[in-house]
Nanobody
Framework: VQLVESGGGLVQTGGSLRLSCAHSGFSFDEYVIGWFRQAPGKEREAVSYTRGDIGTIHYAEAVKGRFTLSNDNAKNTLYLQMNSLKPEDSAVYFC?????????????????????WGQGTQVTVSS
């Protein structure tokens, strides 16, 4: 499994960024994959992820209505469109994935369940 993020940068409050995660080495419909972030001094938290087999998408409350998760199957790339950015969105953003357990039918996946991680990309929102 390989996950390579890109698209981070510096943006002003209210601006937009689109993060990309090029993924390979696994079948998308057997995995849950998504975006996580970690700010200095804080725990890593889920931003948004999708269960590849049934297409459910989870969003953290803090980003609902502002961020949109999507996947381009032809390009094997997961996107996170981030609009109306706020300073509190500043963090290192990681792409992560794990194989969906055969016994699990739910749509919630704790951060600790994710096995594969990209190197991260920095997002900084200036006030």
């Amino acid at each position: 499994v390989q996950l390579v993020e890109s698209g981070g940068g510096l943006v002003q409050t209210g601006g937009s960024l689109r993060l990309s995660c090029a993924h390979s080495g696994f079948s998308f419909d057997e995995y849950v994959i998504g975006w996580f972030r970690q700010a200095p001094g804080k725990e890593r938290e889920a931003v948004s992820y999708t269960r590849g087999d049934i297409g459910t998408i989870h969003y953290a409350e803090a980003v609902k209505g502002r961020f949109t998760l999507s996947n381009d199957n032809a390009k094997n790339t997961l996107y996170l469109q981030m609009n109306s950015l706020k300073p509190e969105d500043s963090a290192v953003y990681f792409c992560a994935a794990r194989k969906i357990p055969a016994y699990y039918s739910g749509s919630f996946f704790p951060t600790a369940m994710f096995d594969y991680w990209g190197q991260g990309t920095q997002v900084t929102v200036s006030s």
